[in-house]
Each structure stands twice: as structure tokens, then as C-alpha cells.
């Protein structure tokens, strides 16, 4: 059980958790929420022992492993396969002991051991996880240091989930991966057998994954049963009921203090004033919600409304090299009020698709006709990098409006979320979620006609998404969205169009069948897509050559016939040991490791073999 009794931590003078206890039984899938800037993260540091509690205790089991993501993103020659195995240390060590143990008491250790903790399936199941989060079987045979830094951290996310902690912490993991990869996880985590604990915006994640949230409020933890969706109901419920306790509370001071008041000076009632003074001071107060306002997410009205459509794709083929189209024959259509989700894996297309559409991208043939003085506000997270960091909100509004009063100016700088001091915040000290706002204010400065948002939930906070959502429903305009956060989609599209062969489609479905599909094809096979630099990701084809098609397929014979080298050579110095004389008589108990293990090693090769024989039968296809 994880027990956090009386904490108290404290960062730069400021308390982020006040005398606060939670206990957190074993197998508990834990969301951990509250708004931005609370100190859940901070909670997550102390839990690991890497920041000193002000007062009360942190206890762990003593054997419980704790696992969580990487701070940095692995890099190297080593592949994305190797990477991840290596995240089971225990695997890792025994294996490398095992290639020079000599000793049979040893060798009978190290194989009982490898079978108790299924090491012979390992590569299997990192190859699952990897397939989950987006890697071909080719993506998981290369280095480490070929992939570009958001990739490298699904690889990351991939090591803690294989490493199999008996204590995960996640904190925002689904930043890194597109809609697709989010399925997967929540799928993946509602499964953990272990506990689990995640810091997440993500109302699917929390309805789909979790049995308990944990909510961080005013310094105070508490640990509510359900999903997000009942923490809601509950927390709605117990705030109706605090209220109401904190004003008959009111009520029954103003009683008391008027007797005192009015009899405290007559001698006759002194007694009855005083005994009504000592029950003011035992009355413990009860503090109402205090409520924290979401400030609100607008954009601004197009000052003229088009004709539709206000964009025709016709034939289109669009990317970066054009004998290398990411996007083939594209033909759609966009109206004036559309709301549209686009739906496919990172590297099919999707940020090729919103460049053309912002007329960032020329297309190398087809047509593609805008409605006249079309606007287009375009958001993408990327563009944080192209912030001011020394400058503020203020200052990034006052360049827009250079000869505007200065009244009008900070109203503007109001009216995108940044009222009075806030607004001269400089923006490297803005939290993610500020600079998310910043931008999104920005993008949709002047009034355009279409606003496109790609990834724009990142580092907002729950509250922060709905009031987004909100803003897109009540904008007039035409919306185009890539997000993972599949609350969003649902709140605001009304048509989904699926990135992928190379193309553009409509998609009939609902988000539900759609999560059913993907996690359906992850579960069979892994997707194929190039990854590395940003172009070479938008460049990969899913359906490959039959060239293409040889290449992982080699590879994976490759690897089958070295698994079932080094099991044959296990199984021999095992055999070896199993040969020593009166061994079944003078150590019964070895005899019998030495038996299990064996069986175990046999199990292992007989799977490495199949894994051979269907990948030389692939080949074989694929050749001929």
C-alpha cells in the first residue's frame, strides 16, 4: 500500500500540499487531477524521494518498484526493441549472468528465474507495447537516434510500461502520442495488473482507465471511488452539502454573537453569555468552495461571412518531394460552419493536409479553389517556439496593434485571458498552459473565416478544454481540429475524415468504432509508417512495395534464428548440468530447478521457432 500520512511540502516559500493523507491500496488505477500549477507533479517528485517532505511520512512496500517516464528521451545507436528490453533490469542482468555462468547451482537459479518471470516471452511483448504506440516491426530493428525527440518518448513510454513497475506514475503521457496511441494506452492502462497513478487532462483516459481519482484541492489530497465522470458527481454533491453547512453555520453564529451582544453586560444572563462565547470558540468553521473561475476561451467573429464552400480540394496531391506525394487525389470540400476532426496515425498525412489547407503547402497538381478574402487562424503547438520569451502577452498584442490607445490594447490582452499584472508577464515565466492561450489568441488575432487547431489541448487543464470546447461550438466559423483528446472531438465535430493510404476519406462511424477498429488492428498487426525527421514522417507510405515488404521480414527472420541459437545454448549447459553424476540423488532440490528451467527453455524455443517459420513463410510470399 502506498501511505501518504500528514505530508506537508513546500516549494520556493510556496505550500503545495497542507498536512494531507491518502492511502492507495494495491492494483489501484489512480487519476490524479487538479488544475495546472497545484503540485500534483510535485507530489509525484516526493513519492520517488526526490524532494524532501515538510512534515509527515511517504511509506512504500519495500520491494515495490517504481516506475515512471523518463525526464529525457533515450538516444543511441541501440534499437527501439533493445531499448526497451532493457527496462526490465532484472531480465537484462540475468540474461547477461547467464552467458558465463558455469556454476549448475547457478545456472539452475538464473533459468528457474527467467521462466518464473516469463523472460523467453519479453521480446513479444515489447514488441506489442512498441505496435501499440505506433511502431512497425521495420520502426522497432532501427537505432534509437534516428526518430525525432516526440517519437524517442513514446519509445520512452514504451520501456516504463514493459518494465511493468508495481508503482506507475504517468504524469500527462498522452502529450506525446496522436489520437490512435491514446486508444491503445487507455486500453493498456484499464488492463495494468499493478497499481497505477496518472496525471491527466484526458476525460476519456480517466473514464476509460481508472477506478479512483485523487483530486489535489486548496493543499488538501482526497481519493474519491469511481471514474473522472463520478468524481464529478460526487465532488458536485459534497460541495452542495459543505455549502449548506457552512451557512447554518453562519447562521447559528450570528444567533450566539447576538445573545452575547445583547446580554453579555446584564448580570443575570452573564453565565448564559459566557457559555455561549466558549461554544463560538469550539465551533469549528466550515469553509464553502471557494470557486476558481475558468476563464473563458473566445474567438473572435469573421467581420464577413463567406459564401460556401469557402475551400474545394479537387484531385490534389500535395507534400515535400513531388516524385514522393505524402497525399494522392485528395478531393473535399470545406463549408462555412463545418466542424472536422481528422483521424489517422502521426506520420499519415494530417499536418501535410492543415498546410495545404492554410495555404502553407502548394500543391503539385490538381485544384484546390479558397473563397475570396478567406482567413485562416492556424494553431499548432510548434509555434510556441516562435513566442517572445522575454517579451509578454502585452507585448506580443501591442506589436499587432501598434497605433491603437493603449485602453484598447490591454482590453485585448484581457479578452485572450491576460487581465491587469498578467498581462506583462513575461511569457518564458507562463506556464504551458498560458503559453497554449497566449497562442490560440494570437492565431485567431484578426477575425479569420477558418481556425485550424492541431494538438491544441496540450497543457490545458480539464476545466481549460471544456471552455474550448465552448469557444469552437460558439465560433461561426469553419473548424478544422487534430487532437488526441477524444472529449474535444466529440464535443465540437460533426464529421470525421480519416488521413491514411495516402489519401483523405469520410468516416461513417462514431469515435466508439472507430476506437474499436484501431485497437483491433494494433492487437493483429502493427502499423507500418516511416519515422525520423518531421518530412521523412509525413513521406511514409503504409501500404509498401514488395521490396519494402522483404526488408522487416528479413529482419525478423534474422532475429528468430538468433533467439533460437541462444536457447539451444541455454538448453545445452543445462543439459550439461542435468548430466553431472548422482545428481538426482545427492540435490533433488537442483535436480528439480534444473528440470523446470529446462522445460521453460524448451517452451521458449519452440515459440522462437514458430515465430521462424511464420516469418520465413511471409518471406517466402512476399518473394514470390
Known amino acids: ?73 533515450p538516444d543511441g545507436p541501440e534499437s527501439l526493441i533493445n531499448v526497451v528490453l532493457k527496462a526490465d533490469l532484472e531480465r537484462d542482468a540475468l540474461l547477461q549472468e547467464a552467458e558465463t555462468a558455469d556454476d549448475p547451482h547457478r545456472i539452475a537459479e538464473i533459468q528457474t528465474r527467467l521462466v518464473d518471470i516469463d523472460a523467453h516471452s519479453a521480446p513479444a511483448r515489447a514488441a506489442a507495447i512498441l505496435s501499440g504506440l505506433g511502431f512497425s ?36 503521457p ?75 453555520q453562519m447562521d447559528e453564529r450570528k444567533r450566539l454573537q447576538a445573545f452575547v451582544d445583547r446580554f453579555k453586560a446584564k448580570a443575570s444572563k452573564a453565565r448564559q453569555a459566557q457559555s455561549r462565547v466558549k461554544m463560538l470558540e469550539r465551533m469549528k468553521p466550515v469553509t464553502a468552495l471557494v470557486t476558481q ?30 516524385k514522393k506525394p505524402v497525399l494522392n487525389r485528395v478531393t473535399l470540400r470545406i463549408d462555412t460552419e463545418d466542424r472536422i476532426a481528422l483521424l489517422g496515425s502521426n506520420g499519415n498525412g494530417k499536418s501535410t493536409l492543415v498546410k495545404l489547407l492554410a495555404n502553407k503547402l502548394p500543391p503539385f497538381s490538381g485544384r484546390i479553389t479558397r473563397a475570396e478574402k478567406l482567413s485562416v487562424g492556424y494553431f499548432a503547438q510548434h509555434q510556441v517556439d ?20 493603449e485602453s484598447k490594447v490591454r482590453a485585448r490582452v484581457g479578452a485572450i485571458g491576460f487581465s491587469g499584472k498578467a498581462g ?22 484578426y477575425g479569420p473565416n477558418m481556425v485550424i487547431l492541431d494538438e491544441p489541448t496540450n497543457h490545458l487543464d480539464i476545466d481549460s478544454r471544456a471552455a474550448l470546447a465552448e469557444a469552437i461550438n460558439e465560433f461561426p466559423g469553419a473548424v478544422i481540429m487534430v487532437s488526441h483528446d477524444r472529449y474535444l472531438i466529440e464535443a465540437c465535430a460533426d464529421q470525421l475524415w480519416v488521413v491514411a493510404n495516402q489519401t483523405v476519406t469520410t468516416y461513417d462511424g462514431d469515435l466508439d468504432e472507430y476506437r474499436k477498429m484501431v485497437l483491433s488492428i494494433r492487437d493483429v498487426r502493427p502499423a507500418s509508417r516511416d519515422r525520423g525527421n518531421e518530412r521523412a514522417k509525413e513521406n511514409a507510405k503504409p501500404e509498401r512495395s514488395r521490396g519494402e515488404k522483404r526488408t522487416p521480414l528479413r529482419q525478423k527472420i534474422a532475429e ?65
Open 1 to 73: 500500500m502506498l501511505s501518504i500520512t500528514d505530508i506537508s511540502i513546500r516549494i520556493a516559500g510556496r505550500l503545495l500540499i497542507d498536512d494531507s493523507s491518502v492511502q492507495i491500496v494495491p492494483g489501484a488505477r489512480v487519476g490524479f487531477v487538479g488544475r495546472n500549477g497545484v503540485g500534483k507533479s510535485t507530489l509525484f517528485h516526493a513519492i520517488r524521494g526526490d524532494l524532501p517532505t515538510e512534515s509527515g511520512s511517504i511509506s512504500i512496500p519495500p520491494r515495490w518498484r517504481i516506475g515512471s517516464l523518463a525526464q529525457e528521451a
Open 137 to 172: 516491426t521495420a520502426d522497432q530493428a532501427r537505432p534509437c537516434s534516428e526518430f525525432s525527440g516526440g517519437w524517442r518518448m513514446r519509445v520512452a513510454l514504451a520501456a516504463t510500461l514493459f518494465a511493468a513497475p508495481d508503482l506507475l506514475l504517468l504524469d500527462e
Open 174 to 248: 498522452t502529450n506525446y502520442l496522436d489520437l490512435e496511441g491514446t486508444l491503445w494506452l487507455e486500453d493498456h492502462l484499464a488492463n495494468y495488473p499493478r497499481t497505477v497513478i496518472v496525471i491527466s487532462h484526458d476525460r476519456d483516459l480517466l473514464d476509460t482507465s481508472v477506478d479512483q481519482i485523487l483530486h489535489l484541492d486548496r493543499g488538501k489530497l482526497t481519493l474519491y471511488k469511481g471514474t473522472y465522470s463520478s468524481f464529478e458527481e460526487q465532488r458536485a454533491t459534497r460541495e452542495m452539502l459543505d455549502a449548506k453547512h457552512a451557512k447554518r
Open 293 to 322: 473561475d475558468v476563464r473563458e476561451i473566445s474567438f473572435p467573429t469573421p467581420e464577413k461571412m463567406l459564401s460556401p464552400p469557402i475551400i474545394a480540394v479537387d484531385d490534389v496531391s500535395v507534400g515535400y518531394d513531388p
Open 386 to 405: 516562435e513566442l517572445n520569451l522575454d517579451g509578454s502577452p502585452y507585448d506580443h498584442v501591442r506589436k499587432l496593434m501598434p497605433e491603437t490607445p
Open 424 to 445: 506583462d508577464t513575461l511569457v518564458k515565466s507562463l506556464s504551458g498552459g498560458e503559453k497554449a492561450r497566449l497562442l490560440l489568441g494570437l492565431a485567431t488575432f
Open 560 to 624: 528468430a534464428e538468433a533467439e533460437i541459437a541462444r536457447i539451444n545454448g541455454i538448453i545445452a549447459k543445462i543439459d550439461t548440468a542435468l548430466a553431472l553424476p548422482d545428481l538426482f540423488t545427492r540435490d533433488p532440490k537442483q535436480a528439480a530447478q534444473l528440470s523446470k528451467a529446462r522445460a521453460g527453455a524448451a517452451s521458449a524455443l519452440q515459440r522462437a521457432e514458430e515465430n521462424w517459420l511464420e516469418a520465413s513463410s511471409q518471406y517466402d510470399e512476399a518473394t514470390g
